[in-house]
């Protein structure tokens, strides 16, 4: 998702949205989606007829009562294009939905079955991987030391705080994995300081790390009496 000038105007676009109450995409993370709602089946094939891009939105409580109308949204989504699909014999679909862009909603049109949304992707302050360094080092001593280190995604996130990816990324990563407060992931999407986003996301793993460690605990000392 690349702007073409430099006007407020040509940085918009428009994406499918795809509203959900439970799921929040992060760049560079991959999704994958079953699509079974008609309306959503006829996003995907648009979708795919097209650029392939398609926008996750969150939820706000109380969507329940307007699903399948226009229920409120999060005002800050991500972009994501489709890397991999299949459609089913039924017209279903499964895909990979890789997270590419954060994007701020500017307003939505009302011209197909599904929710359309115009975007402009949000901007993120600049920063250098050394002044990041040291937060680097210390989401790489707590996934290499207990309870992180025990996770059964560890080895997965213990390689990408290894690459050579920016930490923003990987701190992007380590919230679409590892958090599952969803007002807290919803913030991390929407914060555009890249330190400040991964000084957060180290402080909400220092957050869980004494009842990881109890529950641990627990799991060890219940194994004992058996």
């Known amino acids: 998702m690349e702007p073409q000038s430099d006007s407020a105007e040509d940085r918009e676009m428009a994406v499918p949205l795809f509203p959900l ?7 560079g993370a991959v999704l994958p989606l079953h699509i079974f709602e008609e309306r959503y089946k006829t996003m995907t094939a648009d979708a795919l007829a097209g650029d392939r891009l398609i926008a996750m939105a969150l939820l706000r409580p109380g969507w329940e009562k307007d699903y399948y109308c226009k229920p409120a949204i ?7 294009r489709i890397v991999r ?25 009302d011209s197909s079955p599904y929710r359309i ?4 992707e949000l901007p993120e302050t600049c920063i250098s991987e050394d002044e990041l360094a040291a937060m680097r080092r210390r989401l790489t001593e707590m996934f290499t030391s207990e309870p992180l280190s025990s ?24 919230a679409f994995h590892a958090l599952n407060h969803l007002t807290l992931k919803q913030s991390l999407l929407a914060e555009t300081d890249v330190a400040k986003r991964v000084a957060r996301v180290i402080s909400a793993l220092d957050a ?6 109890l529950a641990s605990r627990g799991a060890s000392d219940s194994g004992n009496y058996n």
């Not at 999060?74 to 994501?80: A, K, Y």
């Not at 869980?208 to 460690?213: D, F, I, K, Q, W």
């Open 208 to 213: 869980a790390l004494p009842v990881m460690e």
């Open 74 to 80: 999060e005002p800050v989504v991500c972009v994501g």
């Open 151 to 174: 996770l059964p995604l560890t080895d997965a996130l213990q390689k990408i705080i290894s690459s050579s990816m920016p930490t923003g990324v990987v701190a992007d990563l380590i």
């Open 21 to 27: 109450p439970n799921v929040i995409l992060f760049p």
């Open 117 to 120: 949304a115009h975007v402009e």
């Open 85 to 109: 699909w299949e459609r089913l014999e039924d017209g279903k679909y499964n895909f990979l939905l890789h997270g590419l862009s954060r994007a701020r909603i500017l307003r939505e049109e």
